[in-house]
């Protein structure tokens, strides 16, 4: 991939272990708010119902159908719902301890340093994510991922959001790049690799379970880089 210059990572589930990072929170709070009571199931079970609750919301936010505010201030009792169990201002304080906790996690995933390391001597490394400000900042800084990025390109803080064609041609613009120079490396098909390939960049689509239907580039960690560059 000489024509290279310039590689994009996402940043949730791609450097930042969220499903790591975002589950230890949400088993902490499981116990503090005794929702195993409440909802009269286990953490396993409410954290699936979570992650698919908190997916579909994400792509209504996407699509522009609800705000930010709706989507926090909801999310917890779109949970709890799903239970027979209603509490409004319970679910508002528990995203509240959510918000304060979960940017705070430090995991990375499996060999992310390294292959910062390696990548940073012969390209321009940046990262587009599709998030709020103060979350990712907060998340980028403590888990010492700052400093390899030139660029660092948060949705919300240009109001426009990946798949949009839109996103990653500002991310050219910031970066002084050519669309053939650029590549995506992500976790979301949709997002990431649908949205890199149309917008003429080439993609990697970083996937722990193979894909037999994908059959361009793809990795299962992080350290397949190192054979790719
Ligand atoms: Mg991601």
Not at 145 to 155: A, K
Not at 177 to 185: G, L, P
Request: overall charge negative; glycine content about 6%.
């Amino acid at each position: 991939m000489k024509h290279i210059k310039h590689i994009f990572f996402d940043l949730d589930d791609t450097l930042w272990d969220f499903e790591k990072n975002s589950g230890l929170i949400l088993q902490q709070l499981f116990l503090e708010f005794d929702l195993t009571g409440k909802l009269k199931t286990d953490f396993n079970n409410f954290h699936t119902t979570y992650k698919k609750t908190n997916s579909l919301l994400w792509l209504q936010y996407a699509k522009k159908e609800i705000d930010k505010k709706y989507l926090r201030n909801h999310r917890f009792n779109l949970v709890f719902n799903q239970f027979d169990y209603d509490n409004y201002d319970e679910n508002l304080i528990i995203t509240d301890h959510y918000l304060n906790r979960a940017p705070n996690g430090k995991h990375l995933k499996e060999g992310c340093i390294d292959i910062l390391e390696y990548l940073k001597q012969n390209y321009q490394l940046h990262i587009i994510t599709n998030g709020f400000k103060e979350i990712q900042h907060i998340k980028i800084d403590g888990s010492g991922l700052r400093n390899y990025f030139s660029n660092i390109i948060i949705s919300e803080e240009h109001n426009l959001t990946k798949p949009d064609e839109q996103i990653f041609r500002l991310a050219e613009t910031l970066s002084g790049a050519k669309k053939e120079e650029c590549i995506m490396i992500g976790d979301s098909f949709t997002s990431d690799v649908e949205g890199a390939l149309n917008a003429g960049w080439e993609a990697i689509y970083f996937s722990l379970e193979l894909d037999k239907t994908y059959t361009g580039r793809s990795i299962s960690n992080l350290g397949e880089l190192r054979s790719l560059f």
